[in-house]
Antibody, heavy 120, light 109 residues
Framework: QVQLVQSGAEVRKPGASVKVSCKASGFTFTSHAFFWMRQAPGQRPEWMGWINAGTGNTKYSQTSQGRVTITRDTSASTVYLDLSSLKFEDTAVYYC?????????????WGQGTLVTVSS | SYVLTQPPSVSVAPGQTARITCGGNRIGRKSVHWYQQRPGLAPMLVVYDDSDRPSGIPERFSGSNSGNTATLTINSVEAGDEADYFCQVWDSNWEPCVVFGGGTTLTVL
């Protein structure tokens, strides 16, 4: 079955970097785009960027530009989120999500989420 | 940026019908998707393209979209439906191009 499995919780100090992974299984990895989103407690999900797993093309939100890098490893069917220069306000649950192949973007499968805590 | 507005909370008794709205400028011209998020879990798609249901989602969940309002309707509400619900649209003309509503907490009395 379709599955996205993310790496475990992380704790970092302000100014550090964190890398979160998302391993896909149960479908053709390169046929989809994958989005990274984050969600602070009590808030709506916030889109950070996406990667076309087939071409490697990426797009980042304006708020993420410069601190976020999204990559993929097709041999491992895994996408990665790199977030640098961490701030206290980056504390959130980070989700990867799969976009459908055709049609306006929607998220038909989500990872279980990775809690990233920024604390001194 | 494009803004989606949802009521913060909706409360219904078991067996009744819950209606959750999502307001946006000419939202009827866009495809609206709805997600259910139970506490501590990732969001899950329950309605897409205004009114379609993914496989495995009960027929009790339905959607509509017209004018400036999209609506998620849950018939015969059960205790297990208690969750946060988010609407979402995509528009490549906007930044951010992925837009979520603020979310509605459904409480089953």
């Amino acid at each position: 079955q379709v599955q996205l499995v993310q790496s475990g919780a992380e704790v970092r100090k302000p100014g550090a970097s964190v890398k979160v992974s998302c391993k896909a299984s149960g479908f053709t990895f390169t046929s989809h785009a994958f989005f990274w989103m984050r969600q602070a407690p009590g808030q709506r999900p916030e889109w950070m960027g996406w990667i076309n797993a087939g071409t490697g093309n990426t797009k980042y939100s304006q708020t993420s530009q410069g601190r976020v890098t999204i990559t993929r490893d097709t041999s491992a069917s895994t996408v990665y989120l790199d977030l640098s220069s961490l701030k206290f306000e980056d504390t959130a649950v980070y989700y990867c999500a799969r976009d459908r192949i055709v049609g306006p973007t929607l998220f038909d499968s989500w990872g279980q989420g990775t809690l990233v805590t920024v604390s001194s | 940026s494009y803004v989606l507005t949802q009521p913060p909370s909706v409360s219904v008794a078991p067996g009744q019908t819950a209606r959750i709205t999502c307001g946006g400028n000419r939202i009827g011209r866009k495809s609206v998707h709805w997600y259910q998020q139970r506490p501590g879990l990732a969001p899950m798609l329950v309605v897409y393209d205004d009114s379609d249901r993914p496989s495995g989602i009960p027929e009790r969940f339905s959607g509509s979209n017209s004018g400036n309002t999209a609506t998620l309707t849950i018939n015969s509400v059960e205790a297990g439906d208690e969750a946060d619900y988010f609407c979402q649209v995509w528009d490549s003309n906007w930044e951010p191009c992925v837009v979520f509503g603020g979310g509605t907490t459904l409480t089953v009395l």
